[in-house]
């Protein structure tokens, strides 16, 4: 599945813009890849696994502004459509698994 953070952070004063960029470098580091601007996404094996980056997530808001949060399945993701221009595009592919024995 893939786990998807939607936001709109204020950006008018040297404080909101420094917590918009810890929130954004959190994201990052937690390997969310920018989709668009203020839309990040990250794939996760499993729904225990999506709840759990939710939880951490949720621990990194900011005081002011709007985040959103939204999960979905492989599937419904591969349904995506993506243009650029006019041109249709593929969506993203999710990460090989790794394997642990």
Not at 23 to 30: A, M, P, W
Not at 34 to 56: D, L
């Amino acid at each position: 599945m893939w786990l998807f953070a939607m936001f709109d952070l204020p950006v008018d004063t040297q404080e909101a813009r420094h917590l918009y960029t810890k929130f954004r470098t959190f994201l990052l580091k937690e390997g969310f890849t920018m989709m668009q601007f203020s839309v990040y996404a990250r794939y996760c094996a499993s729904e225990e696994r999506s709840e759990a980056f939710r939880r951490r997530l949720k621990k990194a808001l900011p005081p002011k502004g709007e985040v959103r949060l939204m999960a979905v399945t492989d599937h419904q993701f591969g349904k995506m459509e993506i243009y650029r221009g006019k041109n249709l595009c593929s969506t993203e592919k999710p990460p090989d698994q790794v394997m642990l024995f």
